[in-house]
């Protein structure tokens, strides 16, 4: 079965700090999805990943997928407090099965 | 709103009963998935459909767990003779074939 492996599980980073989170996942994969999730919420999306070496941003966030070492990673740049949630990645399987990391729950602190 | 729906919100049950949930997705897209997530954890898949057709079920928990979207729009997750262990939020999502899945609000179910 595929594995989705995020790291850190839990960040505490001061505002206005870089950080990088990693995901990993055991088996190949043609997509890569990365959400976010605030407390009591349901997931938002924020990044389709479709290729190797593929990378997207969006205001403070980039994403970017290397297929070949099977790792994604969400870069932050110069946290804010608002990016403060719970953000998961997800690889997509043949058959259209979808497979979710265990989330990275980030506080931001001012 | 046209965002994703799902009704009810929470719901509340003992253990041997019978619950059924609704999802309403985008109108435009034509596929429809159902996760469960409990606490601390990403949404574990459990079952999809592309229109009408449910493609990918294998996932799904139990015998106890159906799904059925019957006219490929709105669709239902049943569940038969509940567990405690059930308890947890069941999220629906939709999407346009492989583009990102947009998900409701979640049905919080409580088995007593």
């Known amino acids: 079965e595929l594995k989705v492996e995020q790291n850190p599980l839990f960040l505490s980073m001061q505002e206005g700090k870089n950080y990088t989170i990693y995901c990993n996942y055991s088996?190949?994969?043609?997509?890569l999805y990365w959400y976010r999730q605030d407390p009591g919420k349901s997931l938002e999306s924020l990044f389709v990943?479709?290729?190797?070496?593929a990378v997207k941003q969006e205001g403070r966030l980039m994403a970017s997928l290397d297929t070949k070492a099977r790792l994604s990673t969400l870069h932050i740049t110069a946290a804010v407090h608002d990016l403060s949630a719970t953000y998961f990645c997800?690889?997509?399987?043949?058959?259209?099965?979808?497979?979710f990391g265990t989330g990275t729950s980030l506080t931001v602190i001012p | 709103d046209t965002g994703v729906s799902q009704d009810p919100r929470h719901k509340i049950t003992k253990r041997g009963q019978n619950v059924t949930f609704r999802c309403d997705p985008i109108?435009?897209?034509?596929?429809l998935y159902w996760y469960r997530q409990t606490l601390g954890q990403g949404p574990e898949f459990l079952t999809y459909?592309?229109?009408?057709?449910?493609?990918?079920k294998s996932r799904l928990l139990s015998d106890r767990f159906s799904a059925e979207r019957p006219k490929g729009s709105f669709s239902t997750l049943e569940i038969q003779r509940t567990e405690q262990g059930d308890s947890a939020m069941y999220l629906c999502?939709?999407?346009?074939?492989?583009?990102?899945?947009?998900f409701g609000p979640g049905t919080r179910l409580t088995v007593l």
């Open positions: 109108s435009e897209h034509n596929r």
């Open positions: 990943l479709l290729s190797n070496g």
């Open positions: 088996t190949t994969s043609d997509r």
């Open positions: 997800a690889v997509r399987l043949t058959g259209n099965q979808f497979y």
């Open positions: 459909f592309q229109n009408e057709a449910q493609l990918e």
């Open positions: 999502a939709s999407s346009f074939f492989y583009n990102e899945q947009f």
